[in-house]
């Protein structure tokens, strides 16, 4: 069974940077494609951006383009959300999630790492 792991939340003030880390351990890690979401106090969970594993094809909410870059390295069985230009309404627990097949909606979820950001 795969596990996912985020890490790299934090404290920043607005217009500041954070990189996300997500690393997947456990079984064979080739998972369709991974992706970030994230929930704030009272709202909703929301779709931030995807990546497909095999061939790195990319798909980012409208929130996230402009200031977000998901990446992943495959060797390293980790996927990344470099955040810059942050902003208040950023602050969330940020999850990332797996399809570990193109049939199956998100079915591996990681336990979310906060971010909060100070105006």
């Known amino acids: 069974q795969v596990q996912l792991a985020e890490s790299g939340g934090g404290l920043v003030q607005a217009g500041g940077s954070l990189r996300l880390s997500c690393a997947a351990s456990g079984r064979t890690v080739s998972p369709y494609l991974m992706g970030w979401f994230r929930q704030a106090p009272g709202k909703e969970r929301e779709f931030v951006a995807y990546?497909?594993?095999?061939?790195?094809?990319?798909s980012y909410a409208d929130l996230a383009k402009g200031r977000f870059t998901i990446s992943r390295d495959r060797n390293e069985n980790t996927m990344y959300l470099q955040m810059n230009d942050l902003k208040p309404d950023d602050t969330a627990v940020y999850y990332c999630?797996?399809?570990?097949?193109?049939?199956?909606?998100?079915?591996?979820w990681g336990q979310g790492t906060q971010v909060t950001v100070s105006s």
């Open positions: 990546v497909t594993w095999s061939a790195g094809s990319i």
């Open positions: 999630a797996a399809r570990t097949r193109p049939s199956r909606g998100y079915d591996l």
